[in-house]
């Protein structure tokens, strides 16, 4: 099944369209609601996104996810319920991106990238890099803990699909070589190539992803990379370490653990309100605890778990009982075919 994504400036003019010109692609009771009721559950309920499963779209059985464009960006930046976004960690194929995207994109490639450099150990393969990227969105989705919900290799798969090794480099491959003290073992940088429309890999060098990489493990490495994580996880994890948050006194000081701090990039998020301060000397501390990666897992889970749950349910809504049932049938024969798989090495 191809899976689209498409974001729109107005969600009630798309599903009002829509509507009319695919009505079957809605259950009765949406479409006897109208456009801008399902924009309103669409936005209000979940991870912001109406899913339509199962729907034939010339030769191809597609599903597709509508989202507000604002909506978009704010999980793109923010990673406000991590359910696009993580989606967008992955390669993709973009049809059209609009150019006021761009700079949101980057940041949730430069987000997942630091993240994963700070969860992994001095020393990984390129192949277990992408891994780590590739899970980040499942490690707080309720789904991966459900027997039947999804197929348990979904990760590896998706790291192991036809040219999504070249897919990722091309990715990460450029912030990769960006970030100080970040090396490739024998210093050879893979060619990045690039992956055409049907998917061919035009690189210099495939390789196979087992070259190994090298970063430094000092405090101060690690903390480096907090400005460039999500200022929601940031803001989670300096919330977990700090009994309050740290304070402007006007003069760079910061109440709290640590004194020093002066504003990171991207510092201050207006969805939320308070400004969030890269202390240096807080966070050399913070990234020190031996439960750092726990701590990290956890604030993931708060942000993911609850909209992918409410997703789940809404899926249900939006796709239609049929639809719904035949798509959950399907999961689990995957789920039960990467079991047997699994009992059979």
């Known amino acids: 099944m191809t899976d689209f994504l498409l974001s729109t400036p107005s969600p009630t003019q798309f599903h009002t369209s829509n509507i009319r010109a695919n009505p079957s692609h809605y259950p009765l009771y949406a479409r006897l609601l109208g456009g801008s009721a399902v924009a309103w559950l669409q936005d209000r309920w979940g991870a912001g996104i109406w899913y339509v499963s199962m729907v034939r779209v010339h030769d191809l059985e597609v599903k597709y996810g509508v989202i507000s464009t604002e909506r978009l960006k704010r999980d793109l930046e923010e990673w406000e319920t991590l359910y696009v976004a993580g989606r967008l960690h992955k390669p993709v194929l973009p049809l059209l991106t609009p150019t006021p995207l761009l700079p949101s994109l980057h940041a949730n490639h430069l987000s997942a990238l630091s993240l994963s450099l700070l969860?992994?150990?001095?020393?990984?393969?390129?192949h277990t890099l992408y891994i780590t990227i590739a899970g980040l969105s499942y490690s707080g989705d309720p789904r991966m803990s459900v027997p039947g919900a999804e197929n348990p290799d979904k990760v590896k798969n998706i790291v192991a699909g036809p040219g999504n090794l070249l897919a990722f480099r091309r990715l990460y491959?450029?912030?990769?070589?960006?970030?100080?003290?970040?090396?490739?073992?024998?210093?050879?940088?893979?060619?990045?190539?690039?992956?055409?429309?049907?998917?061919?890999?035009?690189?210099?060098?495939?390789?196979?992803g087992e070259r190994w990489i090298v970063q430094p493990s000092s405090p101060a490495y690690l903390a480096d990379l907090i400005p460039s994580l999500a200022p929601r996880l940031r803001e989670g994890i300096a919330a977990h370490y700090r009994a309050a948050p740290p304070t402007d006194t006007g003069s760079g000081q910061g109440k709290g653990a640590g004194a020093g701090a002066g504003a990171g990039a991207g510092a201050t998020r207006k969805p939320y309100g308070s400004p969030v301060y890269h202390d240096i000397a807080f966070w050399e501390r913070v990234v020190k605890d031996p439960?750092?990666?726990?701590?990290?897992?956890?604030?993931?889970r708060k942000i993911m778990y609850r909209p992918a749950l409410t997703q789940s349910v809404k899926g249900l809504f939006t796709a239609g009982f049929t639809k719904s049932v035949r798509y959950s049938l399907a999961k689990i024969g995957k789920w039960w075919k990467a079991r047997q798989a699994r009992s059979a090495v």
């Open 119 to 126: 969860l992994l150990p001095p020393r990984f393969t390129e």
């Open 173 to 208: 491959g450029g912030l990769l070589e960006r970030i100080p003290g970040v090396r490739w073992e024998d210093g050879k940088v893979p060619g990045i190539g690039r992956i055409g429309f049907e998917g061919a890999e035009v690189a210099e060098e495939k390789g196979d």
């Open 291 to 300: 439960q750092f990666r726990t701590v990290v897992h956890q604030e993931l």
